[in-house]
């Protein structure tokens, strides 16, 4: 069983800044490849980042440069720490977990995942 718990979501200004926290649990942290997905009203899940087993990134166009993921296996959490913040990324924010070589891009692909944090930029 793999549990995960997001939290940091809330209510910031355009331009302002937030991180978000994913708490991990169930397994070895080290093999996780984890996620994070963001849901805004009316619209598909959308692949934000993701962080490997080795500590590889990548990310969404629409978040590269603004955006950093992180990991602290130490402490079984995954970070992503968001700048400049648009109100185009008020969202629900998700973060999921993957065991299997490669890396995953949506959200089909993933069994494990956290209730999600809301994220709202006013403008």
């Known amino acids: 069983q793999v549990q995960l718990v997001e939290s940091g979501g809330g209510l910031v200004q355009a331009g302002g800044s937030l991180r978000l926290s994913c708490a991990a649990s169930?397994?070895?942290?080290?093999?996780?490849?984890v996620a994070w997905f963001r849901q805004a009203p009316g619209k598909e899940r959308e692949f934000v980042a993701i962080?490997?087993?080795?500590?590889?990134?990548y990310y969404a166009d629409s978040v590269k440069g603004r955006f950093t993921i992180s990991r602290d296996n130490a402490k079984m959490l995954v970070f992503l720490q968001m700048n400049s913040l648009k109100p185009e990324d008020t969202a629900v924010y998700y973060c999921?977990?993957?065991?299997?070589?490669?890396?995953?891009?949506?959200?089909?692909?993933?069994?494990?995942w956290g209730q999600g944090t809301q994220v709202t930029v006013s403008s």
């Open positions: 962080i490997s087993r080795s500590g590889g990134t």
């Open positions: 999921a977990a993957d065991f299997d070589y490669g890396l995953k891009f949506t959200s089909r692909e993933y069994d494990y």
């Open positions: 169930g397994r070895t942290f080290s093999s996780y490849n």
